[in-house]
């Protein structure tokens, strides 16, 4: 059900790879509020991805960027601007990428060019987006970005490897940023640190499967899905959030403020009786 929540509003998204990925739920989502759509990936991603299907579906421009690239993402801007026809209200963070955890590098053995990759890409891309867009005057006052977390960036997870310490410092940027553009001109930037989400890039890390199962069985409400997520982005792009900023918002479900659940005892105990004394 549509609600006209994002009516006459324009933004632009990053990180839609396929009909898995949350970026691609939230720019149907917000298509569908009746929102303008500019839909940004890497050149990599747009060859492997298939996100000429959802432009075409939502009625999209599509516009090739290396995030990391401060002249890509000015071009993505200029570009932006002038299909809008002026200034947008919205822009959603959906990018990570770690070379460490896709070749199974240990933490304590980290490639640092890798490591350096991987928080360019997923964390320091925030930064260079949000200076751009500061430097352009390119979002309206009460204008909202988000950006994608997790909670490894307060918490050790076996597997989440240097994604966690991204994390850490996207949530950071998010705060510094949501200072400076709260006081200045009303805009608004929070983080969402999602449930564990079977997409191509969150299905990369080591062990998902019992990372996600694990979360699932200690929420009270079970894992939100891409589906949910998208939903509260919505909202979060929405007049109705107008002074919720500077904040890490968890959905996950109450994931996050759980000890231990009767499903996870059970489980527990389970495992004590399968094992030969």
Not at 244 to 265: C, E, K, P, Y
Request: net charge negative; hydrophobic share 40%; aromatic share 10%.
């Amino acid at each position: 059900m549509a609600y006209n929540l994002l009516k006459g509003k324009k933004g632009i998204i990053f990180g839609a790879l396929n009909n898995q990925s949350i970026a691609w739920k939230v720019a149907e989502r917000a298509h569908e509020e009746g929102a303008e759509i500019v839909l940004s990936n890497a050149p990599i991603a747009l060859r492997m991805g298939t996100i000429n299907e959802l432009a075409e579906k939502i009625n999209a421009e599509v516009i090739s960027v290396d995030a990391t690239s401060l002249e890509d993402l000015e071009n993505l801007i200029t570009k932006s601007m002038e299909i809008f026809g002026g200034k947008m209200d919205f822009i959603l963070h959906s990018i990570g990428m770690s070379p460490n955890v896709r070749k199974g590098i240990d933490y304590d053995a980290l490639n640092y060019d890798y490591y350096h990759k991987t928080l360019d890409v997923s964390a320091f891309s925030l930064h260079k987006v949000l200076s751009t867009a500061r430097k352009m005057d390119a979002i309206k006052e009460w204008g909202s970005v988000v950006a994608l977390s997790y909670v490894a960036a307060q918490r050790t997870f076996a597997g989440y490897n240097d994604m966690a310490d991204a994390k850490a410092i996207l949530e950071s940027i998010a705060r510094s940023f949501g200072y400076m553009y709260g006081r200045e001109k009303q805009i608004r930037i929070n983080t969402i640190s999602q449930s564990p989400t079977p997409t191509t890039a969150g299905s990369g890390v080591s062990g998902f499967d019992k990372l996600e199962d694990f979360s699932d069985r200690m929420s009270p409400l079970g894992n939100a899905t891409a589906d949910d997520c998208a939903g509260y982005c919505i909202t979060l792009f929405s007049d109705l959030t107008r002074k919720v900023t500077m904040q890490n918002l968890f959905h996950d479900g109450g994931f996050s403020s759980m000890g231990m659940s009767f499903r996870a005892i059970e489980q527990y105990e389970k495992s004590f009786k399968e094992c030969p004394e």
